[in-house]
């Protein structure tokens, strides 16, 4: 596939706007990430809008969402792409309802924050949940990004850079990283591996935004993680819930491609 299109530094939405599911599988397996047109409609951001109000952030493992954010999990078009990159039987092991608001002085002068991949084999705060050997992240943007308002850096082709090529930081591969400015309704979906960096808001408003991640059956978490509540699982659609049961399950894969036994 040809180079991703720049014009200073910003990637052109309209790349993605006519790929074929094919060829999305295509662009991810090249660069690391896709965007995704339309895959929350307009009715959906307002019903999440009206779902979500008065919280700011929170993790779907503390707090089951109502059935707007819910639908995120078994949209069609996500469930689509994600099947074709990483295989039909997946798993749904986490999601963020994130607003976007907390900005530190570092992140405010650079304008976004620190590169970093979202893969982690060796959490401090023991949570394993995103330390599965392969797996991706999807931003669903409820508010169109701008250059200075809360656009997504990402390094095309860096998921294939690899682990522990970065020393003390991956912002040395920050002058690869390209912004994409998603639309309201779009979705980017982006390798576990792959270096990138939210963007902060300039004008100070919150940036709704809803990060679902999943992972094929096979690549299990390297320490356990909570299952899904029973009580969620048991009212779940069928669809749902194949997505949601077996979050132990698979082969334990380190970040060098080891098998690690329970």
Known sequence: ?????????????????????????????????VLLPEVVSPVQITEI??????????????????PALEAIITNPKLLAALRLCYGEDIRFFKAVYEEWRDQTEDNRQRGRQRMHRDYTPIPKNGDYRNSCASWGN?????????????PLWVVPGSHKIAWGAQGDS???????ARM????????VMFHNLTIHAGGIMRSGKP????????????????????EWP?????????ALRRLLAGQNDGVRVDAYGIIQHH
């Open 138 to 150: 999807v931003g669903c943007y409820l508010i169109d990004l701008e250059v200075d308002e809360g």
């Open 207 to 226: 940036r709704p935004s809803v990060f679902p991640s999943f992972r094929p059956a096979w690549a299990a978490p390297l320490g356990t993680v909570p």
């Open 180 to 187: 994409v400015l998603a639309k309201a309704g779009d979705a």
């Open 170 to 176: 991956w912002e040395q591969f920050a002058g690869g």
């Open 230 to 238: 029973k009580a969620i699982v048991d009212q779940a659609s069928p």
């Open 49 to 66: 809008a009206n779902e979500a109000a008065g919280s700011p952030r929170y993790d779907f493992i503390d707090r089951w969402p109502g």
């Open 1 to 33: 596939m040809s180079s991703p299109v720049t014009t200073n530094n910003v990637l052109d939405r309209s790349i993605f706007t006519t790929l074929s599911v094919e060829q999305q599988r295509e662009y991810y397996s090249e660069y690391g990430f």
